[in-house]
């Protein structure tokens, strides 16, 4: 339980954070779940169009600090090379 007024608005504050870096997390993983569900149907072209709105909203998500760059990297270097080996 909090005993200062500023530990009170830290809990607040810390609640409508956690809201919105939730929000913006589900939302990258629907670009990404796109770029993998064309990936699986084998349409390439779709696949590509999808991964190139995925990347910007992947690293908008590190720069907001909701994911660690290295992780977003690594996820978009296997997208890019799962879409490039699809004929």
């Known amino acids: 339980m909090a005993n200062t007024p500023q530990a009170e608005k830290r809990i607040r504050r810390?609640?409508?954070?956690?809201?919105i870096?939730?929000?913006?997390l589900s939302r990258i993983r629907t670009y990404v779940?796109?770029?993998?569900?064309?990936i699986?149907?084998?349409q390439k072209?779709?696949?590509q169009a999808a991964l190139s709105a995925a990347?910007?909203?992947?690293?908008r998500g590190v720069s907001r600090g909701v994911l660690?760059?290295?992780?977003?990297?690594?996820k978009i270097s296997r997208l890019t090379k799962a879409v490039a080996s699809l004929d």
């Open 68 to 74: 660690h760059k290295n992780t977003v990297s690594r």
């Open 14 to 19: 810390n609640e409508r954070r956690a809201a």
């Open 55 to 59: 990347q910007p909203e992947m690293m």
């Open 33 to 38: 779940k796109r770029v993998e569900s064309a």
């Open 45 to 47: 072209a779709e696949a």
């Open 40 to 42: 699986e149907s084998g």
């Open 21 to 24: 870096n939730k929000a913006r």
